[in-house]
Antibody, heavy 122, light 111 residues
Framework: QVQLVESGGGVVQPGGSLRLSCAAS????????MHWVRQAPGKGLEWVAL????????YYADSVKGRFTISRDNSKNTLYLQINSLRGEDTAVYYC???????????????WGLGTLVTVSS | QSVLTQPPSVSGAPGQRITISCTGS?????????VHWYEQLPGTAPKLLIY???NRPSGVPDRFSGSKSGTSASLAITGLQAEDEGDYYC???????????FGGGTKLTVL
């Protein structure tokens, strides 16, 4: 069965950096676009970034553009999110999710990990 | 302020039917982009509930159904059960923002 396991979260000071990882298993990782979605405490879901199946195309929400970098290693079945210049508003649970192509040529989020919590605090 | 608008809360008694609306605009739902729905039970990760407006993934009971018309979509739950309590989110794609977008979420309470 599909498993997505995020790691790398923790408490970091404003302006600091973290690298999140998402280990995938149970499906052909190299065949899927992968997303990061975050959820601030008590708030709704916010899409963060997408990387296409081959790593060639990457897309970001305006709120993280220039500070976050999504990447993947298909040989290790692992997705990454490098997050720099952290701000208080980046405090959230970060989920990785598989991007399944829908009929409109967009994506929906078929499988989700359990998430990893990033807390930005001095 | 979310791009897709959902009611903050809905409630119903066990066995009843409820609906949750999701209102967008001409750059997302009205542009023909599909609507998808996710269920997030307390303390858990989101789970895909409805995809491509009205399709249920394997394992999702037929008590859950979705529809889309114009710039809006709806999720209906019949035969409400206590274990349906949680948050429900709609999601689509917005061509003006070039972003995947979510509704603000609707908290379902089973009375």
């Amino acid at each position: 069965q599909v498993q997505l396991v995020e790691s790398g979260g923790g408490v970091v000071q404003p302006g600091g950096s973290l690298r999140l990882s998402c280990a995938a298993s149970g499906f052909t990782f190299s065949g899927y676009g992968m997303h990061w979605v975050r959820q601030a405490p008590g708030k709704g879901l916010e899409w963060v970034a997408l990387i296409r199946y081959n790593g060639n195309d990457k897309y970001y929400a305006d709120s993280v553009k220039g500070r976050f970098t999504i990447s993947r290693d298909n040989s290790k079945n692992t997705l990454y999110l490098q997050i720099n210049s952290l701000r208080g508003e980046d405090t959230a649970v970060y989920y990785c999710a598989t991007g399944k192509k829908s009929g409109d040529n967009s994506h929906y989020f078929e499988f989700w990990g359990l998430g990893t919590l990033v807390t930005v605090s001095s | 302020q979310s791009v897709l608008t959902q009611p903050p809360s809905v409630s119903g008694a066990p066995g009843q039917r409820i609906t949750i609306s999701c209102t967008g605009s001409s750059s997302n739902i009205g542009a023909g982009y599909d609507v998808h729905w996710y269920e997030q039970l307390p303390g858990t990760a989101p789970k895909l509930l409805i995809y491509e407006n009205s399709n249920r993934p394997s394992g999702v009971p037929d008590r859950f159904s979705g529809s889309k018309s114009g710039t809006s979509a709806s999720l209906a739950i019949t035969g409400l059960q206590a274990e349906d309590e949680g948050d429900y989110y709609c999601q689509s794609y917005d061509s003006s923002l070039s972003n995947w977008v979510f509704g603000g979420g609707t908290k379902l309470t089973v009375l």
